[in-house]
């Protein structure tokens, strides 16, 4: 939080020296917003025992202040946020998402600062988006975090290059996103299909390359593709079988870390449209780093023999706790399994009075979970109304029935000025 | 021998003819644009049932070979920017930051004022005949039916009243795919800078009764975008935001 506090701040108070010749205004648009979700925890989760330890099945409320525009050559994206989550503190934190300038002239430009990066072409999964890995599919979620990076962009009138490096001063961090990369990547316009490509090297996952299209087929008919292959990557998984009982009650240990050669991510998709306002999209991917079905049924077993443990007599029933809560962080996994199809029905009020509905339905095509939502939005000169539910569901041993809550409730209000 | 004889004058005429529209929609169209190429200062304002609903702004930067690119203002709109290259459409929301290339339907169902504020010509995009003389509103006009010479124009069929003495656009009735009157639009006139310019386009829904938009050319000026702006992967870039 200092950094990007302090990254807007500076841009601020460069904006306000006056040393800025051209135009030293502050150029900004305001936006609150109230996001509040009530999660419905599953009775019957063999996580039981370890989910108070979890943020699963606690409701959540943000309030947002969030503040977009330029002052002077500065773009800026602020967020101020006060968030709470049952049964926790409430906190506050300032965001700088994005503070960044862009410059030069012709065919040559230039980025520095903190700036989204979002990439590729999909919507339910984004194989080539290798240097923003925005999570997908959230309900409501908050305004994307940048990445602080310096580019060099070259354009003509149908294509481009950029060459980004992200993360500057950073080698590996925590999370992939913060990691110090190198990207080149390119578009190109042929016809009517859009050509994405994109190489990243990284010490996490070394050399990754992917390319993507998109392609208006029709007036009514767009489709889409991306493929991505990595050199290396890593994810967790179950402890290897047999486990020791040992290593099932230390929390620290509770998953380990997988490293993968040559892993693939790839997605096929198209939308349909028509002049009522409704449109269908349909995707289908595959996501060779997320995991498999025989993950999930070994996390149950390996849950139900922590679970026995409990009572048994030198075994602290918080050392079970902490390991079966610690193990639940595989459903922090970008995908849940490696073979999914979305299809997402969608409406909007062709007579312009701003309403909008949504039903998506995200299917398991490995073990036969799945997570559907039905949502709803309306939209005035200012104000936005959102609101919507979401549930798990499918086979016992499938990860979308596996996951603590059985669903969850969300709602959003935001008004600009 | 007579008939043979007429049709062959029709059909010698009809490239005079052809030529006179696109000519007629050419000064047409010199009450919109200051300059082919062109920044446009637009607000939208959208009321229902006589009571203003939403209000919108847009910079719009036109080029010649159907270019155009959408700045939105509005602070609901924030960050969002719309390219179109003839029939091809982006679309960049501020959530991703990533250029989506959506197709002729998706855009049309997008906020209709985008397209009423993007397309500023009329002799690029459409030809057809003038089918006489009519007065509107007590003025000598020329009634013109043209229609849309590609895929992705907001209305494929447009009639177009334009003055008789000066070629002001006066009045337009514009027509959606299945050929129903769609809006009726009037144009009001004034003088910017010395010169006579449209300052107004008021839209009456025929479709949606009760529903009137206004759309007020707050600016104009000569500004001539190099081509890299109107490259899709150009609009994440905020060079245009002020």
């Known amino acids: 939080m200092s950094r990007t506090a302090l990254l807007a701040g500076a841009a601020l108070s460069l904006a306000a020296s006056g040393a800025l010749a051209e135009d030293a205004l502050l150029d900004l648009s305001y936006k609150t917003r109230f996001v509040g979700e009530d999660r419905h925890l599953r009775d019957d989760s063999v996580f039981g025992p370890g989910l108070p330890l979890t943020s699963f099945g606690r409701d959540r409320a943000r309030l947002e202040g969030e503040a977009r525009g330029k002052a002077g050559p500065i773009s800026l994206l602020v967020t101020a946020r006060q968030s709470a989550r049952e049964g926790e503190r409430a906190e506050g934190e300032l965001v700088a998402n994005e503070a960044y300038s862009n410059f030069g002239a012709g065919a040559n430009r230039y980025t520095a600062g903190k700036k989204i990066l979002s990439g590729d072409v999909g919507f339910g999964f984004r194989p080539i988006d290798v240097l923003q890995r925005e999570q997908r599919l959230q309900a409501l979620p908050p305004a994307l975090e940048g990445i602080p990076h310096l580019a060099w962009e070259h354009y003509s009138a149908d294509s481009a290059w950029t060459l980004v490096w992200a993360n500057p001063t950073h080698e590996r961090r925590d999370e992939p996103r913060d990691d110090g990369s190198f990207a080149l990547r390119h578009y190109s316009r042929w016809d009517k299909t859009d050509l994405h490509g994109v190489a990243r090297i990284s010490s996490r996952y070394k ?162 979970g799945w997570a559907a939502t039905a949502a709803m939005g309306w939209e005035a000169d200012r104000l936005r109304l959102d609101a919507g539910l979401r549930r798990y569901g499918g086979k016992p041993d499938s990860a979308y029935r596996l996951l603590p809550e059985r669903g969850l409730l969300f709602f959003g209000v935001s008004l600009a000025f | 021998m007579f008939r043979t004889l007429l049709a062959a004058a029709a059909l010698l005429a009809l490239p005079a003819w052809a030529a006179d529209v696109k000519a007629l929609l050419k000064e047409a169209d010199s009450y919109r644009l200051i300059d082919q190429s062109s920044r446009v200062d637009t607000e939208v304002r959208v009321f229902k049932r006589g009571k203003l609903d939403k209000t919108r702004l847009y910079a719009v930067y036109v080029k010649p070979g159907r270019r155009s690119l959408v700045v939105f203002r509005s602070p609901s709109e924030r960050g969002q920017k719309m390219l179109m290259l003839g029939d091809d459409f982006w679309l960049v929301m501020p959530a991703s930051q990533r250029p989506l290339r959506i197709t002729p339907m998706q855009k049309l169902l997008g906020d209709a004022s985008t397209g009423d504020v993007a397309s500023m010509t009329w002799a690029e995009d459409y030809d057809g005949r003038v089918e006489g003389e009519v007065l509107v509103d007590g003025v000598p006009c020329l009634k013109l039916d043209i229609t849309g010479q590609r895929k992705g124009v907001s209305y494929p069929r447009i009639v177009l009243y334009l003055a008789k003495s000066d070629r002001r656009p006066v009045q337009a009735e514009l027509y959606v795919a299945s050929d129903k009157l769609a809006k009726e639009a009037a144009f009001k006139i004034g003088v910017v800078d010395g010169r006579r310019l449209v300052t107004e386009m008021t839209l009456v829904d025929r479709l949606q009764q009760d529903r009137r938009t206004e759309v007020h050319y707050l600016a104009r000026s000569r500004k001539a975008l190099s081509d890299e702006y109107y490259n899709p992967a150009f609009l994440v870039r905020a060079d245009l935001d002020n």
Do not use: C, M
């Open chain 1, 207 to 368: 050399l990754e390359t992917g390319a993507a299209t998109s392609t208006v087929a029709h007036e009514s008919l767009e489709l889409h593709s991306s493929f991505l292959v990595q050199r290396r990557d890593e994810r967790r998984a179950p402890l290897a079988e047999p486990a020791a009982t040992a290593d099932l009650l230390a929390p620290d240990r509770a998953l380990r870390t997988v490293t993968l050669d040559n892993p693939r991510k790839l997605l096929l998709g198209g939308t349909w449209t028509v002049e009522s306002g409704w449109s269908l999209l349909a995707e289908a991917w595959y996501d060779g780093t997320a995991p498999t079905a025989e993950d999930w049924r070994t996390l149950a077993q390996q849950t139900e023999r922590r679970r026995a443990l409990i009572g048994t007599p030198g075994v602290p029933d918080a050392a079970v706790n902490g390991s079966i809560a610690a193990s639940t962080r595989l459903f922090e996994a970008q995908n849940l399994t490696r073979r999914s199809a979305l299809g997402r029905l969608a409406w909007t009020d062709p007579a312009a009075g701003g309403w909008s509905a949504s039903l998506d339905w995200l299917h398991s095509l490995e073990d036969g």
